[in-house]
């Protein structure tokens, strides 16, 4: 059996979808970096997607120019970079053209982000193979996240056969993304296992 990594995560961009609310100006985040880097524990940060740069726009900030930002020290320390992509809809609540998508994973590439973290709410893998494959193609890391929840229906052998799924797609990596918290410990170690 091969040996499989599992890579501990920042996954900062939950802040402003909390309670709190609480949104940083690309010049606080870059002010952060530096501490997040001498904790020395995490392998990624998430740096991108559909939060971070609606809470750019909102302070009239560039977001591409934020992201160029927010990647650098970590790219400069080898710690990778992941963005949060929907699938058919990108960045976006809304479907995006397929030339659009593509195009966004080349440039989020060059914008310094070394994985795409793709989802869809409803475990679709038809509506993530071609996000893998972009991703691939623009030399990210092309990682499909299980949205975990908890039903007759979603079980563990269901999120083994998803992953599976996604790998035959293209996925180079699996994420177990517990959008709403509600993820069972137990399941969750069964499906890590």
């Not at 609310?21 to 990624?44: H, N, W």
């Not at 996240?145 to 563990?156: I, Q």
Request: hydrophobic share 40%; aromatic share 8%.
């Amino acid at each position: 059996m091969r040996r499989k990594e599992i890579r501990l995560t920042l996954v900062y961009r939950d802040m402003w979808q909390s309670a709190g609310k609480y949104v940083p100006t690309a010049s606080q985040l870059e002010r952060v970096a530096p501490e997040i880097i001498r904790m020395g524990c995490f392998d990624r940060v998430e740096t991108n997607g559909g939060g971070f740069e609606q809470v750019n726009l909102l302070f009239g900030e560039n977001p591409n120019h934020c992201v160029r930002k927010w990647t650098k020290a970590f790219n400069e320390t080898g710690i990778q970079t992941q963005m949060l992509e929907r699938g058919l809809n990108g960045l976006r609540m809304n479907p995006v053209p397929a030339d659009v998508r593509r195009l966004m994973f080349k440039v989020k590439k060059l914008q310094g982000t070394d994985i795409a973290r793709s989802f869809d709410g409803l475990n679709n893998a038809r509506n993530l193979a071609l996000s893998f494959q972009y991703a691939r193609e623009g030399g990210m890391i092309a990682q499909g996240a299980l949205s975990l929840t908890v039903s007759p229906v979603h079980t563990v052998d269901y999120f083994v056969a998803l992953a599976d799924r996604f790998i035959e797609l293209g996925a180079q990596e699996i994420c177990l993304k517990d959008m709403a918290g509600i993820a069972r410990p137990v399941s969750v170690g069964k499906i890590v296992k």
